[in-house]
């Protein structure tokens, strides 16, 4: 499937781990404990069922939980899927789960994609989720420019790999919310592979705020990731310790 594009996931994705990934974040749901806010995420992906397609599972509890069906050819990658969640906002109460459906569908190739992402609430006949993006992989540069959150926040990345024997790497994104009146955010990041089983992450923003990884590759299928947050405009400057643990097949 060398002229594939992917899936509307991938849109972006290789910027959005430089910034995000496993960095302390909770979903919209959690569990609350005093100080100490966590969850739990498991997934699991079929082999292929027949050729491109596949099954894909996913629990975030206790916020949400879905089962995608992917379909990838050339030039375009499908995926549809069903799953419940949460509708109650901050510390889980457990108060009950809304249905989701979901549609996401890209065409292109491996050099440039265009898509859409759509969820539909069944309780409330409303939109969950409606997105829209487009990416451009270049040799040596990632683009990508998304509409997000209803088609109400603009963002724009980029990706560069920097070195491949050491997963060292730089990425950017520029975010403007509630589009004609909002607030803009410019973040910036880097990583790099100390040794094969360490990787340390950084980023920055113009919100002031300082974030820093350390993951540790403990066993040869077991993750442990550490970071912390350093809010330059608060009073305690060290507003968030987080702390993960990751299992891979």
């Given at each position: ?56 599972f ?16 050339n ?5 549809s ?40 609430d ?68 880097a ?16 919100e002031a705020?300082?974030?820093?990884l ?17 809010d ?8 968030k ?9």
């Amino acid at each position: 499937m060398g002229r594939c594009p992917g899936l509307y996931f991938d849109i972006g994705k290789k910027a959005r781990d430089v910034l995000y990934k496993d960095y302390a974040q909770q979903p919209p749901t959690y569990f609350n404990y005093q100080c100490f806010k966590w969850n739990f995420d498991l997934s699991c992906e079929t082999q292929e069922i027949l050729p491109g397609l596949t099954t894909v599972f996913r629990f975030t509890i206790p916020d949400s939980s879905n089962v995608e069906v992917r379909f990838m050819q050339n030039y375009f990658g499908i995926t549809s899927g069903v799953g419940v969640k949460a509708y109650q906002q901050g510390s889980f109460k457990g108060n009950g789960y809304n249905p989701i459906v979901n549609f996401s569908g890209v065409i292109g190739s491996t050099l440039f994609s265009l898509g859409t992402d759509i969820s539909f609430d069944i309780s409330t006949k409303t939109f969950d989720q409606f997105t829209a993006g487009l990416s451009f992989n270049g040799p040596f540069l990632i683009t990508s420019l998304t509409l997000d959150d209803k088609l109400n926040t603009l963002k724009a990345s980029c990706y560069r790999e920097l070195n491949p024997l050491t997963g060292t790497a730089i990425a950017a994104e520029l975010k403007h919310s509630s589009l004609l009146n909002g607030s803009t955010t410019l973040t910036i990041g880097a990583q790099h592979a100390l040794f094969p089983f360490t990787l340390i992450k950084a980023r920055a923003n113009t919100e002031a705020k300082i974030n820093t990884l350390i993951r540790l590759e403990l066993w040869e299928k077991v993750l442990l990731s550490m970071n912390g947050e350093v809010d330059c405009r608060a009073t305690n400057k060290i507003s968030k310790i987080g702390l993960s643990v990751a299992l891979r097949a």
